[in-house]
Every structure is written in C-alpha cells, then in structure tokens.
Nanobody, 126 residues
Framework: QVQVVESGGGLVQAGGSLRLSCTAS????????MGWFRQAPGKEREGVSC????????YYRDSVKGRFTISRDNAKKTLYLQMNSLKHEDTAMYYC???????????????????WGQGTKVTVSS
C-alpha cells in the first residue's frame, strides 16, 4: 500500500522561509518523478514543481522560480520543497504526489500523478 505523507507547513510572515518534506512508502521511490502541488482557498489545484526520478531535472511554475527549490533524497525516500521569500499569495494547502513515470513534462500536470498525500497547510501573513 502506497502512503505519501507531507510535513513542514505552518504560519510564516511574508519574506520568510519554510521547508516542506514528503515521504513516500510502499513503492520504489527512485523509480518515479515527484511533484509538489498547491491549492489556495477557492482556487483550483496547480502544479508548483516537479523533479525527475534521479533529481537531474527540475521544473517550476513561473511564480515560484528563484524562490522555491525542489530536491529529493532517494536513500531516505524523501522529497523536499525549500520555500524562500514567501508571499501572501503562496498561502495554500501543499500536496506531494508521485508521478506515473520517471519524467516530468512540466511543473506538474495532475493527470501525470498517481498517489497523493493529504497535504500540509502553508499560511503566509502579509
């Protein structure tokens, strides 16, 4: 049984930083690309970032480029999202997901992802 669990969310002031983590069990972690998504209140879920199976390629949505960094530790079966210079508009529930294959097509198309976590809430106060 595959389990995906996010952690690290919280309340932070604008300009601050947070680091999200995601563990995935029940699958061969390094066989899959991984992604971060977010859903703000009243909005649709959107792709934030994707990283290929070996970590060699990363993708970001334009609004987070230069501020967010995705990374993974395959030995620990853990995915990370370092978020710096946070803005109020980054406030959302953040979700981790496993891709259906090794590669990313972009920062994240939900159809390409199979297993999802329950999310971790990020609130950025302005």
């Amino acid at each position: 049984q595959v389990q995906v669990v996010e952690s690290g969310g919280g309340l932070v002031q604008a300009g601050g930083s947070l680091r999200l983590s995601c563990t995935a069990s029940g699958l061969t972690f390094d066989d899959y690309a991984m992604g971060w998504f977010r859903q703000a209140p009243g909005k649709e879920r959107e792709g934030v970032s994707c990283i290929t199976w070996g970590g060699g390629m990363t993708y970001y949505r334009d609004s987070v480029k230069g501020r967010f960094t995705i990374s993974r530790d395959n030995a620990k079966k853990t995915l990370y999202l370092q978020m710096n210079s946070l803005k109020h508009e980054d406030t959302a529930m953040y979700y981790c997901a496993t891709a259906r294959g090794r590669w990313c097509r972009s920062e994240g198309d939900q159809a390409d992802f199979g297993y999802w976590g329950q999310g971790t809430k990020v609130t950025v106060s302005s």
